[in-house]
């Protein structure tokens, strides 16, 4: 079985900052894209940010400039860099892998970590 946890929200300030971190750990071959979701209470789940294995970032527009993602493939562990928070960051956030590899089967498939909560006061 792969696991994905979190670590590092909590309560912020508008315009402070955060470090998320998620560690994926398992039978582990590898993993093609790590991202992190982010859910507010009554609105759909979206894509924060996310990195391929090469090191190539996406970001949701809202983020973008603010927000920096980072990945350690050896370590299977993705960080998101929050910067200049904003009321509306608030949410909880879910670290996701894509496209696992694992020792057990040839499938590739997508893990999802139990979420982390960020709050942004003002």
């Known amino acids: 079985q792969v696991q994905l946890v979190e670590s590092g929200g909590g309560l912020v300030q508008a315009g402070g900052s955060l470090r998320l971190s998620c560690a994926a750990s398992?039978?582990?071959?590898?993993?093609?894209?790590m991202g992190w979701y982010r859910q507010a209470p009554g609105k759909q789940r979206e894509l924060v940010a996310a990195?391929?294995?090469?090191?190539?970032?996406n970001y949701a527009d809202s983020v973008r400039g603010r927000f920096t993602i980072s990945r350690d493939n050896a370590k299977n562990t993705v960080y998101l860099q929050m910067n200049s928070l904003k009321l509306e960051d608030t949410a909880v956030y879910y670290c996701n892998a894509a496209g696992v590899r694992v020792t057990t089967t040839f499938r590739r498939k997508d893990y999802w970590g139990q979420g982390t909560q960020v709050t942004v006061s003002s």
């Open positions: 990195i391929t294995s090469s090191g190539s970032p």
């Open positions: 398992g039978s582990i071959l590898s993993i093609n894209a």
